[in-house]
């Protein structure tokens, strides 16, 4: 399987140029990291992206750090239907918090696990430890550690697991995935005490910045890992014997040119295809491809969906700023097979070239690839285009966080210097809320454990 490497920076040599992907037998490089609730519904989604890509198998670990007995039981359970169906990463390894002192977990409280800190940390130990053993028998130190973040109850925790990873692999590009959030409740902790924690325990860490997903539709948790898990499978460079994570290979690029943050725009289109189904050497014997319709039109479509990651409603996060000659990434993933994927590109390339977005984003890079992400009963083609940028300056969306009293054109103008964790300023002068201290029971929490691994 291939995929197509577009670049406007160097007009001397062929626009397009096929890449072979990594192969089969590629150790596994990528360790998942979901904590609290919407943490690990991310983390699912993203082992669903990957599988659908055939690339599960690049996972060594994904641990879902959840201390609510409810979560852990629909994780299990949604795990041991979808990876018993899998063909590729039964070998990867899952995990769950072994200690979880409150059944239903700490009800958005981020202050509530102080007085069993003693066990979680060791549970966390544990945890940190069975991932570093599944590095050992992968023969590979994980390359990426993607951790989806949040801001309830389970956040300081994986502030916590961040920095214990952080410290087991001082190698590995970890990318904090946060959730900037919107509920009054995750707003007040916000304030109150969960940022401060952040910038102490995510201190230096760039972080891609992301919303909280509204209701219970999920569409955003699906457009970030799609996008997310195009971009593993992406090639942007053409060099024998590379086998570095595309996606690490994107946050090295990016991150210099950043202030600490990390952007994101997914657009989803539905593909003006017909359909057509082409038979396979093993089960289940045919696999349903996208076949091509106009060139005309579809050549359009993709050089429309790509000028539109550029608007503010594509974004993942809003008031994000960025600098239309900072390098960016963008890969095109579409429903159709291999070797159907160079014309399409090549099509589409022309598309661009006509237009002025390389003219106004000289830096930026395109990469095609061959996905059959499933979307909706009908499982319709679509074509997905995800693009990753450096943000410059503040987020008004954390000014408003930390500074709400303050009117709009009474907040700090935003300086290239002050983002990032660890960087930005704190809140001084502003009187510290009274902490919620949550109730203590007669008993002290039981101080045994063992650890909980679990493979399928």
Same mark, same amino acid.
């Given at each position: 399987?291939?995929?197509?490497?577009?670049?406007?920076?160097?007009?001397?040599?062929?626009?397009?140029?096929?890449?072979?992907?990594?192969?089969?037998?590629?150790?596994?490089?990528?360790?998942?990291?979901?904590?609290?609730?919407?943490?690990?519904?991310?983390?699912?989604?993203?082992?669903?992206?990957?599988?659908?890509?055939?690339?599960?198998?690049?996972?060594?670990?994904?641990?879902?750090?959840?201390?609510?007995?409810?979560?852990?039981?629909?994780?299990?359970?949604?795990?041991?239907?979808?990876?018993?169906?899998?063909?590729?990463?039964?070998?990867?390894?899952?995990?769950?918090?072994?200690?979880?002192?409150?059944?239903?977990?700490?009800?958005?409280?981020?202050?509530?696990?102080?007085?069993?800190?003693?066990?979680l940390e060791r549970d966390?130990?544990?945890?940190v430890n069975q991932v570093?053993?599944?590095?050992?028998?992968?023969?590979?130190?994980?390359?990426?550690?993607?951790?989806?973040?949040?801001?309830?109850?389970?956040?300081?925790?994986?502030?916590?697991?961040?920095?214990?990873?952080?410290?087991?692999?001082?190698?590995?590009?970890?990318?904090?995935?946060?959730?900037?959030?919107?509920?009054?409740?995750?707003?007040?902790?916000?304030?109150?005490?969960?940022?401060e924690q952040y910038e102490?325990?995510?201190?230096?860490?760039?972080?891609?910045?992301?919303?909280?997903?509204?209701?219970?539709?999920?569409?955003?948790?699906?457009?970030?890992?799609?996008?997310?898990?195009?971009?593993?499978?992406?090639?942007?460079?053409?060099?024998?014997?590379?086998?570095?994570?595309?996606?690490?290979?994107?946050?090295?690029?990016?991150?210099?040119?950043?202030?600490?943050?990390?952007?994101?725009?997914?657009?989803? *289109?539905?593909?003006?295809?017909?359909? =057509?189904?082409?038979? +396979?050497?093993?089960?289940?014997?045919?696999?349903? &491809?996208? #076949? $091509?319709?106009?060139?005309?039109?579809?050549?359009?479509?993709?050089?429309?969906?790509?000028?539109?990651?550029?608007?503010?409603?594509?974004?993942?996060?809003?008031?994000?700023?960025?600098?239309?000659?900072?390098?960016?990434?963008?890969?095109?993933?579409?429903?159709?097979?291999?070797?159907?994927?160079?014309?399409?590109?090549?099509?589409?390339?022309?598309?661009?070239?006509?237009?002025?977005?390389?003219?106004?984003?000289?830096?930026?890079?395109?990469?095609?690839?061959?996905? *059959?992400?499933?979307?909706?009963?009908? =499982?319709?083609?679509? +074509?997905?285009?995800?693009?990753?940028?450096?943000? &410059?300056? #503040? $987020?008004?969306?954390?000014?408003?966080?930390?500074?709400?009293?303050?009117?709009?054109?009474?907040?700090?103008?935003?300086?290239?210097?002050?983002?990032?964790?660890?960087?930005?300023?704190?809140?001084?002068?502003?009187?510290?809320?009274?902490?919620?201290?949550?109730?203590?029971?007669?008993?002290?929490?039981?101080?045994?454990?063992?650890?909980?691994?679990?493979?399928?």
């Amino acid at each position: 399987m291939s995929s197509i490497f577009v670049t406007p920076r160097s007009r001397s040599r062929r626009l397009l140029h096929t890449a072979e992907r990594l192969s089969e037998g590629t150790p596994p490089s990528l360790v998942v990291v979901g904590a609290g609730t919407a943490g690990c519904r991310r983390a699912l989604l993203f082992l669903q992206r990957m599988s659908e890509l055939s690339a599960l198998g690049r996972i060594q670990s994904a641990v879902f750090y959840d201390c609510n007995e409810i979560t852990v039981a629909h994780v299990h359970k949604f795990l041991r239907k979808f990876l018993g169906g899998a063909r590729s990463g039964s070998g990867i390894q899952i995990l769950f918090p072994n200690y979880i002192p409150l059944a239903n977990g700490f009800m958005r409280d981020p202050r509530k696990f102080e007085e069993y800190m003693g066990p979680l940390e060791r549970d966390l130990d544990n945890i940190v430890n069975q991932v570093m053993v599944q590095a050992e028998r992968s023969g590979r130190s994980p390359e990426v550690i993607i951790e989806f973040m949040g801001f309830a109850g389970h956040a300081v925790l994986g502030g916590h697991l961040h920095q214990e990873l952080l410290t087991a692999f001082p190698s590995a590009v970890i990318l904090p995935v946060m959730m900037l959030p919107q509920d009054h409740v995750s707003e007040e902790w916000t304030r109150r005490y969960i940022w401060e924690q952040y910038e102490n325990l995510l201190a230096g860490s760039n972080c891609l910045v992301t919303t909280q997903s509204a209701g219970h539709s999920g569409e955003d948790d699906a457009r970030l890992t799609t996008g997310l898990a195009g971009f593993e499978v992406a090639d942007f460079e053409e060099q024998e014997g590379i086998t570095t994570s595309p996606l690490a290979a994107t946050f090295r690029r990016l991150v210099p040119a950043s202030g600490g943050w990390l952007g994101m725009a997914v657009v989803k *289109r539905k593909m003006p295809v017909m359909r =057509k189904f082409e038979w +396979l050497r093993l089960p289940p014997w045919w696999q349903e &491809y996208a #076949a $091509l319709g106009p060139e005309d039109e579809l050549s359009m479509s993709l050089g429309h969906a790509i000028w539109s990651t550029l608007d503010a409603t594509a974004q993942m996060a809003e008031g994000v700023n960025h600098v239309m000659d900072a390098p960016q990434e963008i890969v095109v993933s579409l429903p159709v097979h291999a070797d159907a994927l160079e014309p399409v590109a090549s099509n589409a390339a022309e598309v661009l070239q006509r237009s002025d977005i390389f003219d106004r984003h000289p830096n930026m890079d395109i990469a095609f690839n061959t996905a *059959r992400f499933t979307e909706g009963l009908q =499982k319709e083609p679509y +074509l997905h285009v995800t693009r990753i940028y450096p943000i &410059y300056g #503040a $987020l008004s969306s954390v000014s408003d966080i930390l500074r709400p009293d303050l009117r709009p054109d009474e907040r700090r103008r935003p300086e290239t210097g002050e983002t990032g964790f660890g960087s930005y300023y704190h809140l001084r002068g502003i009187q510290a809320a009274p902490q919620l201290s949550p109730d203590r029971g007669d008993d002290d929490p039981a101080d045994d454990w063992q650890q909980n691994v679990r493979y399928f």
